[in-house]
């Protein structure tokens, strides 16, 4: 399968202006996991992950390439991180507040998303290609036993389940609670994919979930990054790769991918700054099981990249909000192809200081 990065870029005022762009041509190497980010310079910031397969591909590294302000073309691919014979995946750039640079990512070792470590690097000189590494460390975190807790209430408030769910839903959630009392199951499996958020008081959010569990959870820092601490999970039938936005009146929103029957984006809410959330439940939003991101533009609107067919990741499409996730009336297809004749999927999404959305995907 030839595959590559896909990055697309224009106005939200002008949808007409817009400019399609390889970051590199296509290959036959897997390249999956996208994140995007801009520089305080107004450059931008793209990685992937890149090798043979996923996790149980050792050639599996970090790349990233660079579009610099006012070009329209991407630097050579650039080397971010590659953790000897072992794999590197879903890595996720993201500036803080004090314009240092970090990159996220996980390690998978023995072959198995649950056995991932969460690593993460940062740098305050990334104005050349590649970054320079000052700092490089592993987040570890204790989910406690609240972990246990809150999946058992989160199964207790969502009852009996229809469709596929219905016949295995209850040994599933058994399975899961039990489980969920291991402390080595806990403190392991945790994964990136969509960008920290940011709130105003300083707390960072990095959004996390678990092949493992099938649950989201979010990393906490209040000190900057210097330390993390694991939220309550987010639980439902299989919610994962949770996209976090904020309304106005505090309010956390998580949007996630669907790994169950239901095919629409699972939703939760937080109250408290990301330290609890409600249970995961169904949107009306098409989801084919594949990663999604939302993100809340200068203007106060929100905006959704994600494929929005049940069947398949053959389409890709924006959707735009003007009542903070309550409808998304507006929708504009980015790819529209007949299922089977392409893969769409894994975006990342910002809106650049010039007003214009910035997006990659893979492009299969």
């Given at each position: 399968m030839r595959v590559a990065a896909f990055c697309l870029f224009w106005t939200v005022t002008a949808a007409s202006q817009?400019?399609?762009?390889?970051?590199?041509?296509?290959q036959e190497k897997h390249v999956h996991g996208s994140s995007l980010i801009e520089c305080p310079n107004g450059d931008l910031l793209a990685c992937w992950f890149h090798?043979?397969?996923?996790?149980?591909?050792n050639d599996v590294l970090i790349q990233g390439s660079r579009l610099k302000k006012g070009a329209t073309?991407?630097?050579?691919?650039?080397?971010?991180?590659?953790?000897p014979d072992l794999p590197d995946c879903n890595p996720v750039l993201f500036i803080d507040r004090t314009n240092r640079l970090w990159l996220f990512w996980i390690v998978v070792q023995a072959e198995g998303w649950h056995?991932?470590?969460?690593?993460?690097?940062?740098?305050?000189?990334?104005?050349?290609?590649?970054?320079?590494?000052?700092?490089?460390?592993?987040?570890?975190?204790?989910?406690?036993?609240r972990f246990t807790a809150a999946i058992e209430s989160a199964f207790d408030q969502l009852g009996e389940m229809s469709g596929m769910w219905a016949e295995y839903a209850p040994r599933y959630s058994e399975q899961i609670i039990e489980a969920s009392g291991d402390k080595i199951k806990q403190q392991t499996g945790w994964m990136t994919r969509i960008h920290p958020l940011a709130l105003p008081a300083g707390r960072i959010l990095l959004p996390l979930y678990s092949d493992g569990f099938s649950v989201g959870l979010v990393a906490i820092s209040d000190d900057s990054g210097a330390t993390w601490r694991a939220s309550a999970p987010m639980v439902g039938y299989a919610p994962i790769q949770p996209t976090l936005i904020r309304k106005k009146d505090g309010t956390i929103v998580s949007y996630m991918r669907d790994s169950g029957d239901a095919h629409r984006v699972l939703k939760s809410e937080s109250t408290n700054d990301?330290?609890?959330w409600s249970a995961a439940r169904s949107t009306d939003i098409p989801n084919p099981g594949s990663s999604l991101e939302v993100i809340a533009l200068a203007d106060g609107r929100w905006v959704m990249l994600f494929n929005d067919a049940q069947d398949g990741r053959h389409s890709l499409a924006l959707a735009l909000s003007e009542d903070e996730g309550a409808s998304w009336p507006w929708r504009r297809r980015l790819e529209s192809h007949a299922k089977g004749e392409g893969s769409y999927a894994y975006p990342s999404i910002i809106q650049g200081s010039d007003g214009?959305?910035?997006?990659?995907y893979s492009y299969h």
């Open positions: 817009q400019l399609e762009t390889l970051i590199f041509p296509l090798g043979s397969g996923e996790r149980r591909a073309s991407w630097s050579p691919v650039f080397l971010l991180a590659d953790t056995h991932s470590l969460l690593k993460y690097r940062t740098s305050t000189d990334y104005e050349n290609d590649p970054p320079i590494w000052e700092w490089q460390d592993i987040i570890l975190l204790q989910p406690g036993d990301g330290e609890t214009r959305l910035h997006m990659t």
